[in-house]
């Protein structure tokens, strides 16, 4: 009983309406303003994993999840079960069910990592051969259809048939007395075909009056000729409702055969809407899964920016104030937090929000609090709240908290029997409020210290001071108020951890213009300790709004940091492809001068083969090779300045220290000379001193007695590749395989590209070739030679 009085108490009902608005389907609905809270941590977390998947298959969705054709089906299934015979429309919602919830099932299949919803779909049963025969008999419209059997269509033939006879007969009477009908019109009353026929004429058309007009001047008369046809059409109408009944009865019995398998898909399918319902809802608050915490583990509760989603609801859709989020972080230890502050402060919505926030994970609800959201799983939630709204049973009186605390104690207790640990949450709004101040504080004291050993978390809301010492004679207990502005007088709706509540009744009737003679008599009544207390309270709530300011800065320049490194880093990037552009048109340059070079070259060349060289043909090439490496061959790097001498007194720098320095001595036979900076005189090397300009120092030359000059060793000049009778293999007529051999002994021996002759044929000899060189290990890179030298009939290998 206490238990649902608390879902009364925290406005459980209204959050289930919510809820409900996000199911899809008639069953989500239900199943939603109806939530079961489960009884076990194994159920929740089955819950909580079922929202998660669902909540990540709907972000993977376009759409997200479809219950289009998903009905309530459950009447029809009870009275097919007890053989009574369902309508067509019952029969046509019982197919577009099979339809929707296959095509739930099949989206679910394809994504194989959502093991809970896999499992949960895994024993589905469609029944796609009984959704066609339904859709067979019955069309989308809920009517029978003339192919659901050959006796139905006969008749229906029959009385088509039947109609056009009747219809032809009526038009004939109406042209043939046509001054005694109303108007050029056949129409119908119940199953009979009639005419409209002025009343004075009546006898002009003898036969069976079935309606009159209004006014009484038009008479609906069935002519005697055609009575005989309408009773044969009654007869046929008649046979084709047995035969339809008969129809459907037949179906309604295939439905009963798999009446259970229809009852387990109902149930399934209602079951992913909630899941889904839960996901969106989630979606929407704004929230994020929590985690059940084993307090015994020394784990902490963690629940920050926690929002009560009611609240967040009122302000989103009833234009209500913008919520404010409050942290609730408890150590292990922690049993009991008593919050004290202003009324209207926020303290009784704090209960109910933590409430609210463990009932919503016990039913695979995600929390509206920032990560992580970390909560004990609570086997009860227990809660006496004032609530001004409801005072049918005088819950704001004493008697009336009395009576609601016995009931939470009387279940505790129930609990711990049936239970080894205690796993309860208790919410006391003003607790020990409604008596006498000195008894009621006793009461609160006593309570509050069996709860913290029989609960495994009490929050209480107070007003009495003897409450707030408690923290300091049992480590169980914490403190916690509502921060409350005393320059606007109104409260702030912040929770403060650790500081208990000042009492602000005096500072306010002060501000608000009672006398001063007035609240100086209050405050001598109340001692100077209270004073004292509130002075120190006032001091940790200075020293925390201080550091709340710190932290917000710092906060703000961990994200100027962010923003910064992030510009940062793209600038980098940016330079990045902007050097790789660069080197890439770079080598794109060289590649283009390499050929031009390679081609000026074969020119050189071709000339030479033409003809016998003479001297000057050969003096003239060499000119030319000359001339294109001066064009092609960059240039060395420029030399460093050479051909300072240090003199005695010179100002000189000293890379290796880093120091201006000056000479002291000149440098020796072994290129030392001595230096001073500062106060330090030291030896260095001659090559390791340059001028202020950056002159390198001239190296002493030592005297030598050779007597004869060694030669000096020249770089080798860059020559161009030449081809010659030894770099040069002729494979045209030879297989590719005999081809290969030569190929790798010509490489084997080369110092230098060599050129390859295998002609155009029909290009398999090339393309062995190529293939060949392409997996050699010595080929840096291949290709064809100039137009002038064979082009593609020539391959060029170049070796590394």
């Known amino acids: 009983m206490i238990q649902s009085e608390t879902l009364e108490l925290l406005e459980w009902h209204r959050l289930c309406q919510h809820l409900s ?14 939530l079961h809270i489960c009884n076990s941590q194994s159920e929740s977390e089955q819950l909580l994993a079922q929202t998660k998947e669902v909540y990540e298959l709907e972000s993977r969705l376009t759409s997200g999840l479809s219950f289009d054709g998903i009905q309530d089906i459950g009447d029809s299934l009870e009275r097919a079960e007890r053989q009574g015979v369902l309508a067509a429309d019952e029969l046509l919602a019982i197919a577009t069910t099979l339809a929707g919830t296959r095509n739930l099932r099949r989206v679910i299949d394809n994504q194989s990592d959502l093991v809970i919803l896999n499992e949960l779909v895994a024993d589905l049963r469609t029944y796609p051969e009984l959704e066609q025969e339904i859709h067979r008999c019955i069309d989308e419209r809920a009517k029978i259809t003339d192919r659901a059997s050959q006796k139905l269509s006969e008749i229906r033939i029959g009385l088509r048939q039947l109609r056009s006879q009747i219809t032809q007969k009526l038009h004939n009477i109406l042209q043939a007395k046509a001054g005694a009908v109303q108007e ?27 309606d009159t007009s209004t006014s009484g001047a038009t008479l609906y008369i069935e002519p005697n000729s055609v009575v005989p046809l309408g009773n044969q059409l009654r007869q046929l109408l008649r046979k084709e409702q047995v035969e339809e009944e008969a129809i459907r009865r037949a179906l309604t019995e295939q439905v009963a055969e798999v009446v259970l398998d229809l009852e387990r898909l109902l149930a399934i399918t209602t079951a992913l809407d909630l899941a889904t319902a839960k996901a969106r809802y989630s979606l929407w608050l704004g929230a994020n899964p929590p985690r059940f915490i084993n307090r015994e583990e020394n784990e902490s509760i963690t629940l920050r920016q926690l929002r009560h989603p009611l609240l ?21 230890h922690i049993r009991v937090v008593t919050i004290t502050g202003p009324n209207t402060g926020g303290k009784t919505v704090t209960l109910k929000t933590l409430g609210l926030a463990a009932l919503m994970a016990k039913v695979g609800l995600f929390v509206p609090a920032r990560e992580p959201v970390e909560l004990p799983w609570f086997n009860q939630v227990l809660a006496d709240i004032g609530d001004e709204q409801s005072l049918q049973q005088s819950l704001s009186t004493f008697s009336g908290h009395i009576r609601r605390i016995s009931r939470i104690l009387d279940a505790l207790d129930s609990e711990n029997e049936n239970f080894v640990a205690d796993c309860s949450l208790v919410l006391l709004d003003e607790v020990g409020a409604g008596t006498d101040p000195a008894e009621g504080s006793a009461l609160a004291i006593a309570l509050l210290q069996y709860l913290s050993v029989h609960a495994q978390l009490t929050m209480a809301t107070t007003h009495f001071g003897e409450l707030k010492a408690l923290k300091y004679q049992d480590e169980r207990f914490e403190n916690a108020s509502v921060e409350f502005d005393e320059s606007t007088l109104s409260p702030t709706y912040r929770l403060l951890w650790g500081i208990p509540g000042r009492s602000n009744a005096l500072a306010i009737a002060s501000r608000l213009g009672l006398k001063q003679e007035v609240v100086e008599q209050a405050k001598t009544h109340i001692g100077g300790g209270t004073d004292e207390v509130n002075q120190v309270i006032a001091g940790l709530e200075a020293q925390r709004r201080s550091q709340e300011a710190k932290a917000a800065q710092a906060q703000d320049l961990l994200r100027q940091a962010e923003k910064f490194y992030k510009e940062v880093s793209a600038k980098a990037v940016a330079l990045q492809e902007r050097e790789q552009s660069l080197r890439a048109s770079q080598e794109l340059a060289v590649q283009q001068a390499i050929s031009q070079a390679r081609s000026e070259i074969a020119q050189v060349i071709r000339r030479l083969q033409q003809g016998t060289p003479t001297a000057q043909d050969a003096q003239q090439a060499t000119n030319a090779l000359n001339k294109i490496a001066e064009k092609f061959i960059p240039p060395p790097p420029p030399k460093q300045k ?3 001498v240090p003199k005695v007194g010179d100002r000189v720098r000293v890379p290796k220290l880093g120091q201006t320095a000056e000479v002291l001595t000149v440098a020796d036979e072994d290129g030392e000379l001595t230096v001073r900076f500062g106060l330090m005189k030291m030896k260095v090397l001659l090559e390791d001193v340059e001028s202020l300009d950056g002159q390198k120092a001239e190296p002493v030359v030592k005297e030598t007695r050779t007597t004869r000059s060694e030669p000096k060793n020249l770089a080798p000049a860059v020559t161009p590749a030449i081809r010659t009778s030894q770099n040069t293999v002729d494979l045209r007529g030879r297989r590719v395989a005999d081809s290969e051999l030569i190929i790798d002994k010509a490489i084997s021996e080369a110092t230098g590209p060599i050129w390859i002759i295998h002609g155009h044929g029909t290009g398999k000899l090339r ?3 190529h293939a060949f060189l392409h997996q050699h290990p010595r080929v840096s890179h291949f290709e064809p030679a100039e137009q002038a030298d064979g082009g593609t009939g020539v391959t060029i290998a170049h070796i590394k």
């Open 312 to 332: 967040v609801w009122q302000h989103q859709h009833e234009q209500g104030p913008q919520v404010v989020p409050v942290d609730l972080l408890i150590q292990p």
């Open 184 to 210: 050029q019109l056949i129409t119908q009353r119940g199953d009979r075909f009639v005419i409209p026929v002025k009343a004075p004429q009546k006898d002009a058309i003898p036969g069976i009056v079935h």
């Open 767 to 769: 393309q062995g070739v």
């Open 642 to 644: 050479t051909g300072f």
């Open 21 to 34: 608005t996000f199911a899809a389907t008639k069953l989500g609905v239900i199943a939603a303003s109806q």
